[in-house]
């Protein structure tokens, strides 16, 4: 099969003056070249694309792909995430992971929640805010825990994530909204232990991994996986493989993982991230459909690194979910 990348690359946008936090969530040079080695490996071919504007570019002209392995996060808009699996469909050319509907709705944390607590999966007291004012309305007790309703990479979490008094609150909405230009989202803090589960799959066919927890170390900031915490964390963190047998919390996480992942309908690939309230139960914080796949860095691949999974695998076991949808040749306009 010829497959093609799409993808942010960093670099490029660092170049165009973009910012360190602005450009958190694309790759790096060394992510795109391991994806590619690793799908060539698996005996095909590969054709860099690029983002969203040489994606069009290149179909205008006239150019397909048997598969696009896409992994690019978008720039603009809350649902910018869903913007290249949408042209692709526009075109019907297959792509791994998420769909459009699902990649809109979990960028989304407020909707995401929404969903998750109607199929009866446990998630802290939260409320969107829209704007500093709303903070007033919020209806469950403090300490809150405060960040961006659309962002990843930890982007807008810091130990000023936490408010522990209801009069701070106000303020810390009103700093994130005008720093991030979109709605925040207040639930409940949790100050029991964080899990972050790796999942492959979709459907009935969706599997668990494996699950780690995060532990911060003496020089981290305090009681929250923040974005310096995450850019940081060879000092800061330390990533414990737990098993489900072991361990009465785990088992309680992934279930709630694996029920989350399939009810919203993610594919192929991805990790949810949990936290424990006070007595040990884990609770859904959100789901990450398009998970970094820097082969030292990102999360799914250190987790894998810790269960014996080479990253040649955990790309392999993506393109299997994804090519399990391709049921016949496509037809292109």
């Known amino acids: 099969m010829k497959i093609g990348l799409t993808y942010d690359l960093r670099a490029d946008y660092l170049s165009m003056g973009y910012g360190r936090e602005e450009t958190a969530e694309f790759d790096r040079e060394e992510t795109i070249l391991a994806i590619e080695c690793a799908i060539r490996k698996a005996g095909h071919a590969t054709d860099r694309i690029g983002?969203?504007?040489?994606?069009?570019?290149?179909?205008?002209?006239?150019?397909?792909?048997?598969?696009?392995?896409?992994?690019?996060?978008g720039l603009w808009g809350i649902a910018r995430e869903a913007q290249v699996p949408?042209?692709?469909?526009?075109?019907?050319?297959?792509?791994?992971?998420?769909?459009?509907?699902?990649?809109g709705l979990t960028l989304h944390k407020g909707m995401t929640k929404h969903i998750v607590r109607g199929h009866g999966f446990p998630t802290?007291?939260?409320?969107?805010?829209?704007?500093?004012?709303?903070?007033?309305?919020?209806?469950?007790?403090?300490?809150?825990?405060?960040?961006?309703?659309?962002?990843?990479?930890?982007?807008?979490?810091?130990?000023?994530?936490?408010?522990?008094?209801?009069?701070?609150l106000f303020g810390v909405c009103e700093k994130l909204i005008a720093a991030f230009h979109?709605?925040?989202?207040?639930?409940?803090?949790?100050?029991?232990?964080?899990?972050?589960?790796?999942?492959?799959?979709?459907?009935?066919?969706a599997r668990i991994l494996g699950t780690m927890e995060v532990i911060l170390l003496e020089n981290a900031e305090k009681g929250v996986y923040s974005y310096d915490n995450k850019d940081?964390?060879?000092?800061?963190?330390?990533?414990?493989?737990?098993?489900?047998a072991d361990d009465p919390s785990v088992q309680a996480a992934e279930a709630i993982a694996l029920g989350t992942w399939q009810a919203l309908g993610c594919r192929d690939g991805g990790r949810t991230d949990l936290r424990c309230d006070a007595s040990g139960n884990p609770l859904f914080l959100e789901v990450n459909p398009l998970p970094g796949l820097h082969p030292v860095h990102s999360d799914?691949?250190?987790?894998?690194?810790?269960?014996?999974?080479?990253?040649?695998?955990?790309?392999?076991?993506?393109?299997?979910?994804?090519m399990a949808r391709v049921q016949s040749p496509q037809k292109h306009s």
């Open 51 to 73: 983002n969203a504007w040489r994606l069009t570019e290149r179909l205008v002209r006239g150019e397909r792909w048997d598969m696009v392995f896409n992994i690019s996060e």
């Open 86 to 103: 949408a042209i692709l469909d526009l075109y019907q050319i297959p792509y791994t992971f998420s769909d459009p509907m699902v990649m």
């Open 124 to 168: 802290p007291d939260f409320m969107v805010v829209e704007s500093p004012s709303d903070a007033e309305t919020v209806a469950f007790p403090p300490p809150y825990f405060v960040k961006p309703v659309a962002e990843g990479t930890g982007k807008g979490v810091s130990s000023q994530s936490i408010v522990n008094q209801r009069d701070q």
């Open 182 to 205: 979109q709605p925040v989202l207040v639930e409940k803090y949790l100050s029991g232990r964080e899990f972050t589960t790796g999942i492959v799959g979709t459907g009935r066919e």
């Open 232 to 244: 940081k964390y060879e000092d800061r963190v330390k990533y414990n493989l737990v098993k489900a």
């Open 300 to 322: 799914l691949p250190i987790l894998c690194g810790h269960l014996g999974i080479s990253y040649n695998d955990l790309i392999g076991e993506i393109l299997a979910s994804a």
